[in-house]
């Protein structure tokens, strides 16, 4: 996609491309697929332009009581301080999909890429990798994530770490286990033979072949990461209020439940569907890839 | 008596990838009467092993049964439901799966499950069926019967697995046997012992049998009678006799053709005198495992091995599992360091190690797997697999590049059309001849070929060696070809050299291989090879395992073969190292005989079955 993409940006000629590439790519799904690029495509939108469209302030209270039903002014109702819950959702998703798909795919991207290279490097860096991550397992993410919040103060940038680096290590050990496995196919054999250096052998002969099951590990831990972010902004270490993301929109209302209240429900579906599209997406994808090499 | 099977117009239906349906066995009839042995033999894709199964009332997911009845005994296989053919299948029918290895739980003692067909269907007590599971050990020649049924399976070789599959399968006295080439996977000196152990209880016990198989002279050992399938449909069906002797059908006629080794052989060129020998290989020494005090690894694998190639010529070597054979290329290419002794190019001495050798030493020797379906990266078009090589090593780019691809896929006969396809799309033989290309496209002095006609069938693979022919007379390639199979290495190789437990046992040309006397070894090797006519396993002498003796593993000194020698002198060969011995026709041996004994050996068992 890539190749295609930076081209077109260059040239407008180049433009239909794009065009038809992604139309083929939409033909190329399934419906699963579809629905999970529709509901993806969805959130990604709300992030980028629902601040702008939230009716409300984030912050300000706005209803006259507290856990208001759906309503012409409040569709959504209203939170357990009487503040607009549609416009909160709105504001919210920017923090999970901004902060915890760029967590999920920092924490991925970098677990594999460590992987390939402990996988390409022989025995001495690759015990050390391992060790390595072994240790950063073993240490509890909440822990981790208080100390380095009592260090450094709560801020978008330091949750965008904590969460990569709790959930790097799981990343790098699956990768490692199918890169390693990988390493050993005669073509790996073939192109080491060959005399290709070890970036070449990593990019182009072993990362493709395990790329999908990469992509399923990422839709699991994204989902992940979204628990992660709220359970520590439920212990105020997360997104600092008025800001809330899903997952602590969610757990600030729960208190609610028991009378009924409905402010619960945007949130939670909020990110039921977000999850879900995620994965729908991912696992279309490789056979995507199968339908793409029928038609050539 | 009557017919034990009887299948009339068996179809079978699958779903390719478009969800189309597919008729992969087409109108398929026959009958096999009680007490004989019907082969079913073809390439892959011929819908011998669905017909297989079919007998037994399965079709492989994606398949459907879709016409056609099977009759075995008094059963009516086809209308059977799920609960019946739970009773029919182990106790009614029984089946002989290629690989033991993976056809049996390796935490379970062989024992628990030899008998459990017969447990599990309450056809026999545990004490009666551990008897006669006994019984079959001992008929299927098994060593210690009486004990082996505590072994675990990883606790036995893959050729007594095999056997003990079958001791499996028969302990239910089935009404049918299905065999599904079940010595592929054999070395040919195991092969000859499971055939042998095959057919005595197939006949002594009067069972039917369905023999799956793509070797013809192997079902010429065991079948009455035999059925050639060809893309699911039977092309020609007869007596074992009238089919090897006079087929009929033209596609039988190429089958029989591909199966005889023909003599590929180019001109051997003459050793050049003054220009030394384009590979030198001088006593290495390679193996896995961290080296020793000695210096040698824990897992010595091949042991001072000596061989050269000259410029144009082709050396093979050939051996059983486990001699070291793919070891020695691995060596040659780089990729496992020697412990000891060096290897040679054009007289200068190669860096063992892949880093240390420059990218033109790399280019100058090539290696090609064995297996195309994991030499070839699954997601890589033909284009990049090829263009690749092309870029590294002669630096081509774009529209150069491009035309080179398409001029060595002329070169290997495919279309060029096939650049833009994937690996995975390819078949079996078009993933080798570009497996064979990519090598070629470095413009190698030397090519290793490891194994490469083994995993195809024998018309692909005859192809192949034919092309393999033709690249040598065109391009003046020089190959070392491993293979397990002698009859391709004397046919195609100027010279061969025989390993044994990573000794080099016999070397020689052509002609010194053609003809007695040999290493025992080489000789029970050819011995082996099963030749395509009736009768061939009965004439050919059992040998009798001899006990191994127990000093004779503990020392590295002493000769590796000793434990299976029929020609061992004990007081000398146990003791002291074999010597070289150079034998009137030009062929090295490693043995402490006489070329007059070697060669009375041999001729001594001819006369004797004769």
Redesign the interface.
Known sequence: MTEAVVPAAATPPAKPGVVVRAARFWRSLSLSGRVGLALVAFWVATAVVGPLLAPYEVGAIVAPDVFEGFSAAHPLGSDYLGRDVLSRVLSGARYTVGLALAAAVLASTTGTALALFAAVSGRWIDEALSRVMDAFISIPSKVLALVMVAAFGSSIPLLLVIAAVTYVPGAYRIARSMAVNLNEMDYVQAARARGEGRFYLARAEILPNMIHPMLADFGLRFVFVVLLLSGLSFLGLGVQPPNADLGSLVRENTSGLGDGALAVLAPALAIATLTIGVNLLIDALPGRARRIQGEA | MGDQVLVEGLRVTARD??GRSVTIVKDVSFSVPKGEVLALIGESGSGKTTIALALMGYARAGCRIAGGTIQVGETDVLSLDADQLTTYRGATVAYVAQSAAAAFNPSKTIMDQVVEPATIHGLLTRKAAEAKAVELFHALALPDPEHIGRRYPHQVSGGQLQRLMAAMALITDPALVILDEPTTALDVTTQIEALRAFKKVVRDRGATAVYVSHDLAVVAQMADRIIVLKNGEMREAGATEQVLHAPKDVYTQTLMAAARPQVRGVAAPEPGGVLPPLLEVRDLTAGYGRPGADGLPRIPVLRDVDLRIERGATLGVIGESGSGKSTLARVV???LPAARGSVLLNGQVLPPT?AA?T?DQ??RI??V???AD???????SVERILG??LE?YHGLKGEARDRRVAELLDLIRLPAALA???A??LSGGQKQRINLA?ALA?EPDLILCDEVTSALDTVVAAAILDLMAELRRELGVSFMFISHDISTVRAICDDIAVLYAGRKVETGNRAAFQSPPFHPYTDLLIASVPEMRRGWLEETPAREARSPIASASNSDQICGFLDRCPLRVAGVCDVTAPPRVRLAQGAEVLCHRSEADLAAARLGRSAGTA
């Open positions: 990838d478009q290419a780089g990729l892949l050798r990218r790399l280019r090539q290696i797997f064995q297996n994991t030499a070839l990266n699954p997601g890589h690749r090589p590294l833009g396809r994937r995975g799309e990519r470095a």
